[in-house]
């Protein structure tokens, strides 16, 4: 009689005990599966992350036969954010000796031991540029320049007057001079010329006006006393139209 009761109590004690046991392997199970999938909207085991937030990119790592997705703020080196209308993903530069890249073909950045040459990596800077850190510019034989001139007249069309806003410029000179492969890499084409905006008068003197400034106006001026007795007739005829 006591021998059944007893190993039923042995069984439930078991089953208590394997329950026990089990939930730590759940919750770390739960919060492995909790971390993978941190920054998605939708989540697989299996695959990870499978649709992330509208600001993030879809990364894709193989893994095996399957893919094992991530959704990450920045695109991983040697891949370039796409955005697209339902997801946004990072994809693979076109080539391995790129580092980032604008687009497939689009290099913006070189691994160590390439140069950057119009968006292409190369291990030497092609014949007429020269190598400037990881970068191919364009070769550069002017490297002193002289001190700029002064600003010129403030002008618009060609005249200094009559607008409210003009343009003035200013240029240096640039001196040739034979400088060694060292000098040359550390100097950049220097500007011979700068523009910026300038105030003019308003008004200009009959004397500063040239022949077609003076038609011109007085072209502005004719259309709007036209303009103006046009409206004048207009009201006239409406005024003396009789009633019905």
């Not at 950049?188 to 308003?202: A, H, L, N, V």
Request: proline letters at 4%.
């Amino acid at each position: 009689m006591h021998l059944p009761l007893f190993a039923i109590l042995i069984t439930l004690m078991c089953d208590v005990i394997r329950m026990g046991a089990g939930v730590p392997q759940r919750r770390s199970a739960q919060k492995e599966m909790t971390e993978e999938c941190r920054n998605c909207l939708e989540c697989s085991h299996d695959n990870g992350c499978v649709r992330c937030p509208e600001r993030l990119f879809l990364f894709l790592q193989r893994n095996g036969m399957s893919h094992h997705g991530t959704c990450l703020h920045v695109c991983p080196a040697g891949h370039y954010g796409q955005r697209g209308k339902d997801v946004n993903r990072c994809m693979k530069c076109r080539s391995l000796d790129c580092e980032h890249c604008f687009s497939r073909d689009f290099c913006t950045k070189c691994k160590a031991g390439f140069h950057l040459y119009m968006g292409k990596c190369v291990t030497r800077c092609p014949e007429g540029t020269f190598t400037h850190q990881t970068d191919c510019l364009e070769d550069c034989l002017q490297a002193a320049v002289g001190e700029w001139s002064d600003w010129s007249a403030c002008l618009r069309n060609g005249v200094s007057c009559g607008f409210r806003w003009g343009k003035q410029t200013r240029t240096r000179g640039i001196r040739p001079s034979v400088t060694t492969p060292e000098e040359k890499s550390a100097s950049f084409c220097p500007s011979d010329s700068e523009t910026q905006r300038c105030r003019m008068r308003k008004t200009c003197p009959n004397s500063e006006m040239d022949g077609e400034t003076r038609k011109n106006k007085k072209r502005g001026l004719g259309k709007k006393r036209d303009r103006k007795r046009l409206r004048l007739q207009t009201f006239r005829a409406v005024v003396a139209e009789p009633e019905q």
